[in-house]
Structure formats: structure tokens, C-alpha cells
């Protein structure tokens, strides 16, 4: 692999510090001298203007004069010498620039116009801007601490970034007190180039971070923040301290959907989706990044409990019951095993208490058959220091316990002067420790949550299997006419008929512009019906007396239509169009619910759920998930809502139809990523009963799409690119089908690996595996098409489908070039598949805008260079390796 574009700013191997002084409390001196302190082993170059020498390094006066490459310059100058500085670093060829000027302002028009001119000259001169900040970033484990910190910073596994330069050293200063180490530490600033999207991309690639800890406080590029959070949470733990919650100044929305949603709920299902911890508050996040740091983890959610005071298990099981998390009900053999271990009259259902004079021994035995039980996903142990107790023993036994389980122990150490000793031993340990039970329960309620949002970042949207396709044409037709008629909101009779162009089953609807006209369309839908105010601007027609409801006789229509139309014209004048008629749904046991669509300002369309009907607003009963969705994902924003319990039986009415309510999301899920138009969506009330659901009502909200936008660039989340599937055939004639690899191919996949040849294996993985570890396959299967593309020829359908060459490119973190590679099964080489694999992969690269196709050859695998130059590849030295080609095509 090529270094990533970002080393010269992370990890540079030449550094100037334009500014570097002696001058006490000025950054260029706090910079310089944590390099030079910290041991730096990189070149290192002072400039400055005045001086010969800075702590005792020869200076330059500009960095023209510095001989040799530069990967990065240091900016700690004032401001007003930031265009010409950053001119000169353009023109001397430096890879990267931080900007620390102290007197920046950042949020005046001065500043803003400044930043544009400063990123213009380095995109003229290929170079990228880290800043304007007042901290920096360290890479302690390559001893280059660039930041305005005076601090030592311990190395580590665990990558810090941060937008706040306060936040970062507040928890630089406590991780030196806690002994806690860092792979690196990244305060943004102002991110006028590169931002946290970027960041993470860097630390993705990143051997040395284990485990990724960010402060946010706002989202700049969303797509590009999912993309790298995903790609980040598949291999490491990330964690998120997201500040800004609260948005007033957000207005009211024109649906319900919009109302119900805000940006926090829209943020907190995107980390789900992203398969990060969201963690809420400074201390927590503390806690967190010692947590990680010691690499607990846990498959569930039921907790098991050891104390030796039952006063203090009891906060414990308190916390538990709160965050409701399941306590284990104890196996059977191991009620009988803790027997061994116990005084007879002491607990030994959970919490288990060992009473007060418990000790270690005690403490260790009755932890160890709890880990053992299947039941049990975790163990908190809630220590006091009482008579008979041995606090340092008790937590060597922790310590032993902690190396041999893949259980996480969490332990409650409760005391002060008495437990200091063994608190300090367990954190030499790397041992999470607590003041409190209620933290202990909390962190493992935490961790519970990250396997949980593990789960769904797996979650792939494949297409809506054997399905009818949507009629794109006709709803884009009816969209088109609306915003070539100057309108953005659909009517309801138009708003249906895009649900029905996505097979969503609806409520008949007809116009009447006069009461006799109302008779009649009454006469042809059967009574009862229900009579609706069709006026123009007017979202919700129950604000303005506009519906009538179970309407009996045709006598009664002609009635409340006249009745409803004279009122509606004294009020609204023209903008009166008439009625809308439609017969009652009839659904004796019909709950109402509500589903939507509203578009968050960073994340896109985002997709509500939950309980239905007039008083929506009031009861506030709504989940959200950003699309695209699958079943499971639909099922999950259905269990997320109190309204879950309504679609089950009670009393005598039979459950819901479930299955009709998933379809519904996933045919919604579907509209928003194919119509990039719609902005709000309500479809209310959506009534459902044993036999199915209908939507009633519903309105839709609609915007212009610039005319260049790339297919699903109003995603957060990439959709599966079913428009890549084709069918094709070999030299012989023989048929095959060319897909992108879905979620479920991966059995199919591990089938294929372990059938190729050595050789083959080998050109491929550069080792012989025969089997892959099944974090490869699932990073090989669960694929984010938004960075990455994997594509199958295959031949079969159904249980026979086997795959016979695969072909895939990762988008590099510049976005003008990939990655590729390709293997195809011995028995299919040289039957033209490796050709057709390879021009479709093209065809996807080019729709993405990338102009680069490049990847690595072994440089004893002579059939594939030889494919590679028949492809139109040049052939170069691989930068790193000599056994390897690097092999480059332009698009």
C-alpha cells in the first residue's frame, strides 16, 4: 500500500517552524521546544528572521533557504503574514502546512476571506492546511509533539481528535495523571482544508491506533464523516462526545415529520448506523477512553453482580433497572457451583452477595463461575472495604481473572484512603476501575450499546429481493410538473400516486369541486366516506376544520360539502380547489401510525416512525433511522417506539400484521434514495390491522436537484448500487451475471477462497490462506459504496449461485483515484471473465468521478502484468517494495 496523503501532516519526517523562537509563552517557542524536548527524530528546521540558532538548532531566515524536502511547516507567526508564508511553503514545495497563529480570529468576514485565499494558493501548489488553530496535533510514538501544549504526552493506541483545543488539553492533562498513552492527537480548529472526515481516514489506515476517541461540535461534510466512521468502527472501537445538542433556532417544519425530528435524534441514529459509542459527557468520556484503552468488550446485555454489601449491589441493580439492562437469571449449575464457594446463608441468586469479610479467594471463585455462566455477558464487582477484607489480594485476583476472560469485570472499588493502593494497582493494570456502582453498570451498559450499533453498522441495504420495481417514471413525471408549476408541495391525490409509483398501498382518492360533483364520486366509491378541504398551502387539514369523517348517506355529503366549501372560500378566497373523497378505510381493529421523511441539514433524509393520528405532535412518539434500510433495520425503528406494544395482541384485538409495517419502511426507504427531490413526507395516518396496513393520508415536500448532483449524493449512507448489475457472457458465449457483493454472499465468498489455488491465493492475499478470518470476510462482504466498490461475476441462481471472479477498488482518501484488485477461479482464467470484471469496475469508477485506477502486482506474476498492459496499465516501480509493480491507468 502507498503512504497515505496525509503522513506529511501526521507523522512528517522534516519539519519547519516558521517562527520558532526562545521568546517565553510565545507558540513558536512552546512548538519548537516540544519538539526538540520531546526527541523528535525527524529534520528539524527554526526560521527565523533574527536568529542564528534556536535552542541551539542552526535557523533559516525563510524557508527558501532550507535545503532538503519539507513535509510539513509549522506556521506560528501573526496573521497578517499568513498569505505571504503560505506562498512561500507553496513555492519551497511543502507537502503540508499547520497554521497556529495565536491571533486569529476565525469567525469575522476578514477571516473568512482570508481562509479562502490561504486554501486557493495551497490547492495551486498541492498542499493541504491543517488549522488555523492554537493547539496542533503529537504523534508521541514517532516522538513529534507539534502543539501548543505544555505537557508530557504518554504514547499509546488510542488517537484523540478533537474540535475544541481547550477539551483536548484538559483531557491530555487528566490522561498524564492517568497514565493513559496516545497514538496520536489531532486538534482541528478552525478545518479550513482538512477536517475530521479526513482525520479519521488517516487513523483508519493507522497501525499504531487501536481505539479512536472524538470531541465534536459541529458536521461539516456528513457523507464524508459516515463514510470514515464506518470504515473507522469496522476494525477499531470509536467513541463520540458530541456537544451542541440542542438546536433553537431550527423552525417549525411544514410536516410532521419535520417537527418531531431534530438534529440530535437525526445525529444520534447516525452514529448507530455508523457503529459508534456516543458518549455524553466530559467524565464519561474519561471513563471511556480508559475502557477502550483496556480493550473490554462484551456479546449482550444480561449483567450478573458481585458484592460483599448488599447497600451498595443494590445501586448497582438500581442503574441496571434505570438503563434497563437484563440482570442474568444464573443457570442452574451454576447456583450449585457458587455453593462451594458461599457462607450457607449468603445470597446466591444475582446480584450475588458474598458478605463483608469476603475474602480474596472468595471475591475471585464466586467472579470466575459467574464468567462462566452462558448466561452472563459481564460481571460487576462492587467492592467495600470492611473488617476481613484484603483490598490489594482482592484486586490482584481481579487482575488474573481480567487476563483469562473474554468477559469484561467491571469493577465498583467503593472507599477512599483505604483502596488507594489497589486502585493504583489496577490502573498500572490498565484495569477499569470505579468510584461508584452506578459507573460501573453505566460503562457496561455503554459497551452493550456499541455491539448493538456494531450490529446495525453491518447492515447492508441490498435491493428488495423478487419485488415489484417502483415506477420511477411516472413519479418523477408527477414531480416534474409540480416544480415546473412553481409548486413544492404535492396535493394529496399527487402525493399518493407517488406512493403508489412504490407499490405503498393507499386509500382511493377523487376530486369534487362542487357539491353535486361530491354526490356523485360518493355515489361511485361507496358510502361511508370522508370529506377533505382541498386547499392550496394548507398541510394539515384538521387546523383548519377540514375534514369530515364516516360521512352515512349521500344526503349528509351534499351537505358538509356544501357547508365545508362555503366556509373554506369566505376564509381563502381562490386558493379553495374543492374536495377530496375517499371511503373509510374500514379496518375494525386499524391502529394509526405515522411514518415520514425529513431532510437534516447534514445527514440528509432521515426516516421517522411511531404512533399516528391527530394528536402525533402530542404524544411525540417517534424513532428515526437514516436510510437506506432492510429488514432488520426497519424492524429495529419499529421496536425503538412505545407504539411497538399497540401492534401486538391486547384484550380482543389481534396483533398487527408486521411484516406489512416493514414493507412499508423499506418501500419508503427506497422513494427517498431513488427521489432526491423529496424533502418531507408524511404519511398519516398509516393504519394497519391483521390483514395489512393502508395509508390514509399523506403529503409530500419537494425541492429542485442541482442539475451535476451525483446519483444518491443526498445520502449519508451510500444505497446498494443495484444499477451495476448486468448480465453478461464469456469468450465461449456462456452466460454470467456481474453484481456488487451483498452481505450474504459471504458464505459464497469464504466457498470461493477456499477452492483457488496457492498460486492463485497467493497473487491474490500475498499468503496461502485457504480460509479467511471472518473479520476479512465480513470486511470483504459489508462494503460502504460510498468509498468502496466490490463486484462478482456469477453463474447459478439460487442455493447453485457460485461466484467465479471477484474484482474491487477502495476509493483513495484524495477522491480522484482507487485502489483495485482482482482474483478470478483457476478454472475460469483466460475465458475473457478478468476483462469483463475489470471494464465494469471501470464503468463504476467513472461514475464516481475518479480518474485514477491503480494497484499493486506481485513482480513475479507475469500473466497479470501482461493482462494489466492489454487493460491500457503502465507499469511502474512499486515506491516501497521491489518484489511488487505498481501498476496505474488513467480513466
Known amino acids: 500500500m502507498k503512504q497515505h496523503y496525509l503522513t506529511p501532516l501526521f507523522d512528517p519526517q522534516s519539519v519547519a517552524v516558521i517562527g520558532a523562537t526562545e521568546t517565553e509563552s510565545a507558540v513558536g517557542r512552546t512548538v519548537f521546544s516540544g519538539l526538540v524536548e520531546g526527541g523528535y527524530a525527524g529534520r528539524l528546521f527554526p526560521v527565523n528572521l533574527k536568529r542564528e540558532q534556536v535552542l541551539g538548532i542552526k535557523a533559516y531566515k525563510t524557508v527558501k533557504t532550507i535545503e532538503g524536502d519539507i513535509d510539513l511547516a509549522i506556521i506560528t507567526t501573526p496573521t497578517r503574514t499568513l498569505k505571504a508564508m503560505v506562498e512561500q511553503c507553496g513555492k519551497r514545495r511543502v507537502k503540508a502546512l499547520v497554521i497556529m497563529s495565536c491571533d486569529f480570529v476565525g469567525t469575522d468576514d476578514a477571516s473568512r476571506r482570508l481562509l479562502d485565499q490561504l486554501r486557493a494558493t495551497a490547492r495551486q501548489y498541492d498542499m493541504r492546511i491543517f488549522g488555523p488553530t492554537v ?78 476517541l472524538i470531541y465534536l461540535e459541529d458536521v461539516g461534510d456528513a457523507r464524508m464523516l459516515m463514510s470514515a466512521l464506518r470504515a473507522a468502527a469496522r476494525t477499531k472501537p470509536v467513541m463520540v462526545l458530541k456537544v451542541g445538542r440542542y438546536d433553537e433556532k431550527v423552525t417549525l417544519g411544514r410536516t410532521h415529520s419535520e417537527r418531531l425530528i431534530g438534529r440530535d435524534d437525526v445525529f444520534e441514529a447516525a452514529l448507530r448506523r455508523a457503529g459508534v459509542l456516543r458518549i455524553r459527557s466530559i467524565n464519561q468520556l474519561f471513563i471511556a477512553a480508559r475502557v477502550v484503552n483496556a480493550g473490554y468488550r462484551t456479546k449482550g446485555r444480561r449483567l450478573a453482580i458481585v458484592t460483599n ?198 386509500v382511493p382518492t377523487l376530486r369534487a369541486a362542487s357539491p353535486d360533483d361530491a354526490v356523485t364520486v360518493a355515489m361511485g366509491l361507496g358510502l361511508p366516506i370522508a370529506l377533505k378541504l382541498d386547499v392550496e398551502g394548507v398541510m394539515h387539514k384538521t387546523d383548519i376544520d377540514g375534514v369530515v369523517l364516516n360521512i352515512q348517506s349521500l344526503v349528509g355529503v351534499a351537505a358538509e ?254 477522491y480522484d483515484s482507487c485502489e483495485f484488485a482482482i482474483v478470478i477461479a483457476d478454472t475460469m482464467q483466460g475465458k475473457g471473465l478478468g476483462a469483463r470484471l475489470m471494464e465494469a469496475l471501470f464503468a463504476a469508477a467513472r461514475d464516481m468521478n475518479l480518474e485514477l485506477v491503480e494497484g499493486e502486482v506481485l513482480a513475479s506474476n507475469k500473466t497479470m502484468l501482461n493482462f494489466m498492459k492489454r487493460l491500457g496499465f503502465e507499469i511502474h516501480k512499486h515506491p516501497e517494495d521491489s518484489g511488487l509493480k505498481w501498476v496505474v491507468k488513467r480513466l
Open 561 to 814: 360539502a356544501a357547508r365545508m366549501l362555503s366556509r373554506a372560500k369566505e376564509r381563502f378566497g381562490d386558493k379553495v380547489h374543492g374536495l377530496t373523497i375517499q371511503p373509510m378505510h374500514g379496518k375494525k381493529f386499524g391502529r394509526e401510525l405515522m411514518l415520514g421523511v425529513a431532510r437534516d441539514r447534514a445527514f440528509g433524509p432521515v426516516i421517522s416512525f411511531g404512533a399516528g393520528g391527530i394528536a402525533v405532535e402530542i404524544f411525540n412518539d417517534v424513532a428515526v433511522t437514516l436510510p437506506p434500510l432492510n429488514e432488520y433495520l426497519a424492524a429495529n425503528l419499529i421496536r425503538r417506539t412505545r407504539v411497538k406494544q399497540m401492534l401486538e395482541a391486547f384484550r380482543n384485538q389481534p396483533p398487527v400484521k408486521l411484516d406489512a409495517v416493514v414493507d412499508v419502511l423499506l418501500r419508503l426507504s427506497e422513494l427517498v434514495c431513488e427521489l432526491p427531490q423529496v424533502h418531507q413526507l408524511d404519511l398519516n395516518p398509516l393504519v394497519a390491522d391483521e390483514n395489512g396496513v393502508i395509508a390514509v393520508d399523506a403529503r409530500i415536500v419537494v425541492a429542485p436537484v442541482p442539475d451535476k448532483a451525483r446519483r444518491y449524493e443526498h445520502m449519508a449512507i451510500h444505497p446498494y448500487p443495484s444499477q451495476m448489475v448486468q448480465v453478461s457472457q464469456l469468450k465461449s458465449g456462456v452466460p454470467i451475471v456481474i453484481r456488487p457483493v451483498r452481505p450474504e454472499d459471504a458464505e459464497m465468498m469464504a466457498r470461493f477462497v477456499a477452492e483457488l489455488s496457492d498460486e492463485s491465493r497467493y497473487n491474490r492475499y500475498m499468503n496461502t490462506l485457504k480460509t479467511l478470518p471472518q473479520s476479512m470476510l465480513a470486511r470483504f462482504t459489508q462494503l460502504d459504496y460510498a468509498r468502496e466498490v466490490a463486484l462478482v461475476g456469477t453463474m447459478g441462481e439460487g442455493d447453485d449461485e457460485r461466484i467465479l471472479g471477484v474484482s474491487r477498488f477502495t476509493v483513495n482518501p484524495d
Open 309 to 506: 454489601g448488599m447497600g451498595a449491589g443494590m445501586m448497582a441493580v438500581d442503574r441496571a433497572h434505570d438503563l434497563h439492562i437484563q440482570l442474568s437469571q444464573l443457570a442452574p449449575e451454576t447456583i450449585s457451583r457458587l455453593a462451594d464457594w458461599l457462607p450457607p446463608h449468603s445470597e446466591r441468586n444475582n446480584p450475588v452477595d458474598i458478605l463483608g469479610d469476603a475474602p480474596a479467594a472468595r471475591f475471585r471463585g464466586v467472579t470466575q463461575v459467574l464468567l462462566d455462566d452462558p448466561n452472563v455477558d459481564g460481571v460487576v464487582v462492587v467492592f467495600t472495604p470492611q473488617v476481613g477484607t484484603d483490598h490489594m489480594a482482592t484486586a490482584e485476583a481481579m487482575i488474573e481473572l481480567h487476563a483469562g476472560s473474554d468477559k469484561p469485570i467491571l469493577l465498583a472499588w467503593i472507599g477512599g484512603k483505604k483502596v488507594e493502593g489497589s486502585r493504583r494497582l489496577l490502573g498500572k493494570q490498565n484495569i477499569a476501575y470505579f468510584h461508584a456502582p452506578e459507573h460501573a453498570v453505566e460503562v457496561f451498559y455503554s459497551l452493550a450499546a456499541w455491539e448493538y450499533n456494531q450490529q446495525l453498522l453491518l447492515q447492508t441495504a441490498a435491493p428488495l429481493g423478487e419485488w415489484e420495481a417502483p415506477d420511477l417514471e411516472t413519479a418523477r413525471m408527477i414531480i416534474d410538473t409540480v416544480l415546473n408549476g412553481g409548486r413544492t408541495v404535492l396535493d394529496e391525490i399527487e402525493s399518493k400516486a407517488i406512493l403508489r409509483a412504490f407499490h405503498i398501498p393507499v
Open 135 to 212: 493547539f496542533g496535533q503529537a504523534r508521541p510514538i514517532s516522538r513529534f509533539q507539534a502543539g501548543n501544549y505544555q505537557g508530557r504526552i504518554k504514547g499509546g493506541n488510542l488517537a484523540l481528535v478533537s474540535q475544541s483545543s481547550s477539551v483536548a488539553s484538559a483531557i491530555l492533562d487528566w490522561a498524564e495523571a492517568h497514565e493513559v498513552g496516545f497514538s496520536s492527537v489531532v486538534s482541528l480548529g478552525t478545518e479550513a482544508d482538512v477536517d475530521v472526515g479526513e482525520t479519521l481516514d488517516y487513523l483508519v489506515s493507522d497501525p499504531r491506533t487501536r481505539s479512536i
